[in-house]
Structure formats: C-alpha cells, structure tokens
Nanobody, 130 residues
Framework: QLQLVESGGGSVQAGGSLRLSCAAS????????MAWFRQAPGKGREGVAS????????YYVDSVKGRFTISQDNAKNTMYLQMNSLKPEDTAIYYC???????????????????????WGQGIQVTVSS
C-alpha cells in the first residue's frame, strides 16, 4: 500500500528558505505523478507544484514559479520542495500527494487534474513570519 510521509516543515522569516521532503513507499515510484499541495488557514487546498516521476517533468502555479523547485531522488523514493524567498502568504499546511500508475498524458494542470491526486501524506506546517 502506498504511503507518503512529509518532513522538513517549520517556521522561518520572510525571505528565508525551507526544504520539504516526501518519502514514498509501497509502490513503483518511477510510474507516478506526484505533487505538493497547501492549505492556508480559512482557505481551500490548492496544488502548487507537480512532477511526473518517470521523466522528471515539472509544473508550477504562478504564485510559486521562480521561488519553489520540485525535484525527486528516485534512488531514495523521495520528492522534495525547495522553497526560497518565502512570503507570509506561503504560510499553510503542505501536503504531499500522488497518483500511482498514472496512464494518462502529462499536461498539468489539465491532465492530470489536481482533483485526481488520490493518495495523501499527513501534512506538515510551514509558517512564514513578516
């Protein structure tokens, strides 16, 4: 059974950096779509970055483009989110998510849709103070 475990959250001042990790187990890591989502207080969950683990292709939403970098280490079955130039509005619970054995095309955010991610980590808090 697929399991996702996040680590690396915490508190940082605006302009600082954090790196989140998502360790995956229980499936063939190289055949999946994976993503980072976040949920700020009082707001819905939003996707911020995704990666197709087979090719390493990536996608970012505009609000994090140029500041966040999603990456993977296939040998460790781990995905990362390097977050630089953090802003107070980046404060949220961050979730790792996956679609195991994705057989569709890769053209985010249209395919796969954010709603198609169906395996989730427990979430980790990131707090950015001004």
């Amino acid at each position: 059974q697929l399991q996702l475990v996040e680590s690396g959250g915490g508190s940082v001042q605006a302009g600082g950096s954090l790196r989140l990790s998502c360790a995956a187990s229980g499936y063939n890591y190289a055949m999946n779509c994976m993503a980072w989502f976040r949920q700020a207080p009082g707001k819905g969950r939003e996707g911020v970055a995704s990666i197709y683990t087979g090719s390493g292709s990536t996608y970012y939403v505009d609000s994090v483009k140029g500041r966040f970098t999603i990456s993977q280490d296939n040998a460790k079955n781990t995905m990362y989110l390097q977050m630089n130039s953090l802003k107070p509005e980046d404060t949220a619970i961050y979730y790792c998510a996956a679609i195991p054995h994705w057989g569709g095309s890769w053209d985010p955010p249209f395919t796969p849709l954010w709603d198609e991610y169906n395996y989730w980590g427990q979430g980790i808090q990131v707090t950015v103070s001004s």
